[in-house]
């Protein structure tokens, strides 16, 4: 009743007023620095929830779900498995380096938890499954390499190591590959010597490989064209040795035949200590 007479007496300038005076208080509220209510939720609600996110494909909401159980129950039993499991939805999500980041602190909060070796191996891929090819820098390769033959060494009878040991193989393959990438690249530029650095570094350093063969012919043209006829020799005679029915021993024998010369054992060859 107040405010209506007050409203009849001064008319539009006190409407305006007090249209102003309520803008006023409304944005005092909204600007308030008080932070929401802090409400904890039980753990297996949390949990729950970041199950169904995960399984609904909802990777982000699952990890940040997970989070939230070990900040809201840190000594819970529920906290090194939600912590785990927000690794997981961190890699389902194609995060690898949150996934990477948190794997390391699992990893180093819980070195004795039963699902230890599943975190190095999750690890392990997550690096893994950024392989690039051969043209590219092989820095991922390396450090999915180290973490698989971490697994391996750490845990040699788990589940996991089997399918570590058959990516070992595939990712020193790779590394092999990028060599022989950048060999070939020197050969074709007559730059022979760069060349054979990498064609011997495949030999030396990836010897169960499926680069070998090609390696070794490969040191058998450089060699000749370098005119180092022993060394090319040696070479070839341990290409035939190890690899008699290759397509790259019959053009090796074919380039040394062409001069002349055939392949040759020599003790005194680098090869042959290899080999």
């Known amino acids: 009743m107040i405010l209506r007479n007050l409203m009849r007496r001064f008319g539009a300038p006190f409407r305006r007023f007090a249209a102003f005076l309520l803008l006023a208080v409304f944005v005092a509220a909204c600007s308030s620095d008080e932070p929401p209510a802090y409400v904890e939720r039980p753990v297996e609600e949390l949990y ?23 900040r809201q129950h840190p000594y819970s039993a529920w906290a090194s498995k939600a912590q785990l499991m927000a690794a997981y939805a961190f890699y389902q999500e194609n995060s690898y380096d949150e996934a990477i980041n948190a794997l390391d602190r699992f990893i180093e909060l819980h070195p004795g938890s039963p699902d230890v070796s599943y975190a190095y191996y999750l690890k392990a891929i997550s690096y893994y499954e950024q392989i690039s090819d051969v043209g590219r820098d092989q820095s991922m390769t390396t450090e999915a390499l180290n973490s698989l033959e ?97 397509d790259w021993y019959i053009d090796s024998y074919a380039l040394l035949t062409g001069e002349n010369l055939r392949p040759e054992d020599s003790e005194e060859s680098w090869i042959s200590s290899i080999f």
């Open 150 to 246: 971490e697994l391996a060494r750490r845990f040699p009878n788990s589940k996991y190591t089997r399918d570590a040991e058959l990516k070992i193989d595939l990712a020193l393959d790779h590394l092999a590959g990028k060599h022989m990438d950048i060999g070939r690249f020197y050969q074709s530029r007559s730059e022979y010597l760069a060349a054979i650095n990498r064609f011997r570094m495949v030999i030396e350093r990836y010897q169960t490989t499926t680069h070998v063969p090609e390696a070794l012919h490969r040191l058998v043209e450089s060699y000749m064209a370098l005119g180092i006829i022993d060394e090319a020799q040696a070479t070839a005679a341990v290409l035939g040795h190890n690899f008699p029915g290759s």
């Open 48 to 70: 729950n929830g970041a199950l169904d996110a995960l399984q609904a494909g909802e990777y982000e909401e699952a990890a940040r779900l997970f989070d939230e159980v070990e």
